[in-house]
């Protein structure tokens, strides 16, 4: 029949499956793993790969050598029915989940970049990343960091090199690079942290950052800029607190600032990821219904549930009936879940991910 897809609408489960992405445990696969009760029951289809290093905690994770990566994003996508969205922090520097200790290649930082101040470097670099990346199965990098470096101390980002630079002009040039050199190996990026992570002082892995004294609108510049090229796939949000832009909630949860700034203002339509909410400057203030109950009707897409620190196995059995339940009590409107699928699966189709099984 005429406009017959023969393509089922997808349940609310199927949904909500595209719109949390988790840590797990373990780096190969068997019956008894504990994610795959996520792929099949839950029908999860977004995983955040780490290795056994994290700011907040030692964690079990998912990366002990090439080989054995490859072969565990092959089981995963075997298992998802190759519909899910691999995704890693492989910024540079300090932030580099595939570390030299286990065989991979020496990976400096956007900092180092930012000093050297050569495109091509910067490209090349990026190239390197993106190719290592495709070749183990991950589809999603979560970088570049397009935070500015106004506070070079600032414990999250500037000590830790990784900012490009404190000018907002040479953080979009060298982003911008590194975006491109990653389409050309067809791995999606993620632009954090917004509104701004680094004129902090403080850094919100470990509690509160207020940055109300310290940020300007100038560290938006790098996000207006790669938005107006089109070059941005999604963007993370910062757990950071400015009363100038909202008196009452940090950006994660704040609607003013991730629909009135960053898609009104911006023009953004893309993804937008929450940063982990198991960070303390999160965790420590909000239930956990809160946070997803404020962070969905801010305007976030996907949450991001690293489950490093305070390890929960059922975490995403917990997430998906806390959605139930605010949807049904009208906390969170259908309407809204519909809008973020939307988007996310507009990004799997743009870099060749199934997402109809």
């Not at 995963?76 to 995704?87: E, V």
């Not at 956007?110 to 190239?127: C, H, K, M, V, W």
């Not at 420590?284 to 390890?311: H, P």
Request: a negative charge; proline letters at 3%; charged letters at 25%.
């Amino acid at each position: 029949m005429e406009g017959n897809t023969n393509k089922l609408e997808p349940t609310l489960e199927q949904k909500l499956g595209q719109l949390i992405i988790s840590g797990f445990r373990g780096t190969l696969i068997d019956n008894s793993s504990k994610v795959l009760k996520y792929l099949r029951h839950n029908h999860l289809r977004n995983l955040w790969l780490v290795d056994n290093e994290s700011p907040m905690a030692f964690t079990e994770g998912n990366i002990e050598s090439s080989d054995q990566l490859k072969r565990l994003t092959s089981s995963l996508q075997s298992y998802g029915n190759n519909s899910l969205m691999l995704a890693i922090d492989l910024e540079g520097g300090e932030v580099v989940r595939l570390k030299e200790k286990y065989g991979f290649p020496k990976i400096n930082s956007p900092q180092y970049f930012g000093n050297l101040d050569d495109i091509s470097e910067t490209r090349r670099n990026a190239l390197m990343i993106a190719e290592l990346l495709n070749v183990h199965g991950i589809n999603m990098n979560f970088a570049p960091v397009v935070d500015v470096n106004i506070n070079p101390e600032c414990p999250a980002i500037g000590k830790r090199g990784r900012s490009f630079s404190g000018y907002p002009e040479k953080v979009y040039l060298h982003a911008k690079e590194f975006i491109l050199a990653h389409r050309e190996k067809n791995i999606a990026t993620c632009l954090k942290h917004f509104p701004g992570h680094g004129s902090s002082v403080n850094d919100t892995h470990f509690g509160f950052v207020d940055v109300t004294a310290a940020w300007s609108n100038t560290e938006l510049i790098p996000y207006e800029k790669l938005i107006e090229d089109g070059l941005a796939d999604a963007v993370m949000t910062a757990h950071v607190f400015n009363k100038n832009l909202d008196e009452k909630y940090p950006a994660t949860l704040s609607k003013k600032i991730l629909t009135g700034i960053l898609r009104e203002k911006l023009g953004f339509d893309g993804v937008i990821f929450s940063d982990d909410l198991n960070m303390r400057a999160v965790y420590d203030y909000y239930s956990y219904e809160e946070t997803i109950e404020l962070s969905f009707n801010a305007g976030v897409d996907v949450l991001l549930q690293g489950n490093v620190m305070n390890y929960n196995p059922e975490i995403i059995d917990l997430t998906f009936s806390i959605i139930k339940k605010l949807i049904e009590s009208g906390k969170i409107s259908e309407q809204r879940i519909d809008e973020s699928f939307n988007r996310v699966i507009k990004l799997k189709k743009k870099f060749g991910i199934n997402y109809l099984s």
